[in-house]
């Protein structure tokens, strides 16, 4: 009975190994319940932003004309193809496998790790694009005390911004995790999932405050 037992766990993912049952992991729950919380305070900005513009017509007309559509859009996608090399870094993690089998450049061998750091770098190039967005704005007089729509978007923006750079945070603390444990566990693989659910949650929001700001007229 004893092989038979251990060819049993060797075929596991790395989420159901070491004594792990099939019961859902507290912190992923814990993280969907607080990431609802995070979604209806997004959905009053929403409400705020459309509210504001509908008696302020002319304003926003007038200042969407100076928004970079096509850069935005440029931004966009990177953030949007970073939740998909993301979500490959989950599947890396789920079948246990940290760091690449082969070669840099065989990228269907490249496990956790280089999955993370591909979507670490996305995410950053995301923030620092709108950072660049912003100093172009600030140049064209948009800034947050000159009216309302000022005010709306950096608010809007500014804080999916801030939460694009925790999960920033986030992928360090996992990565860093996995060069200081000895092995890989369960516990690292949840940490691993519970992030990706937080960056696909800033991507979604993301793709609607750039249909609403930018594509809306």
């Known amino acids: 009975?004893?092989?038979?037992?251990?060819?049993?766990?060797?075929?596991?993912?790395?989420s159901r190994l070491h004594g792990q049952h099939d019961r859902p992991?507290?912190?992923?729950?814990?993280?969907?319940?607080?990431l609802s919380s995070e979604l209806m305070f997004f959905a009053a900005?929403?409400?705020?932003?459309?509210?504001?513009?509908?008696?302020?017509?002319?304003?926003?007309?007038?200042?969407?004309?100076?928004?970079?559509?096509?850069?935005?859009?440029i931004n966009t996608t990177i953030l949007v193809l970073s939740s998909f090399t993301c979500q490959l870094g989950v599947f890396a993690a789920e079948r246990g496998q940290v760091s690449r089998a082969g070669s840099l450049l065989q990228v269907g061998k490249w496990g956790l790790r280089e999955w993370f750091i591909?979507?670490?770098?996305?995410?950053?190039?995301?923030?620092g694009g709108q950072a660049l967005e912003y100093a172009e704005l600030i140049h064209e007089g948009v800034t947050i005390p000159h009216d309302a729509y000022?005010?709306?978007?950096?608010?809007t923006t500014g804080f999916h911004g801030i939460h694009v750079t925790g999960g920033l945070i986030a992928f360090l603390f996992v990565l860093g995790r996995t060069y200081v444990a000895?092995?890989?566990?369960?516990?690292?693989?949840?940490?691993a999932i519970v992030v990706s659910y937080y960056w696909h949650f800033v991507d979604v929001v993301w793709i609607g405050l750039f249909a609403t700001i930018y594509l809306i007229k």
């Open 25 to 34: 992991s507290m912190v992923a729950v814990g993280t969907i319940i607080w």
């Open 150 to 155: 000022g005010t709306m978007f950096y608010l």
């Open 45 to 73: 900005l929403f409400a705020s932003y459309f509210t504001i513009r509908s008696v302020s017509p002319e304003m926003w007309a007038e200042n969407t004309a100076l928004l970079n559509v096509p850069f935005a859009s």
């Open 1 to 14: 009975m004893a092989p038979v037992a251990i060819s049993a766990s060797a075929s596991l993912p790395a």
């Open 118 to 127: 591909l979507t670490y770098v996305m995410g950053a190039v995301f923030v």
């Open 182 to 191: 000895r092995r890989f566990t369960h516990e690292q693989a949840v940490s």
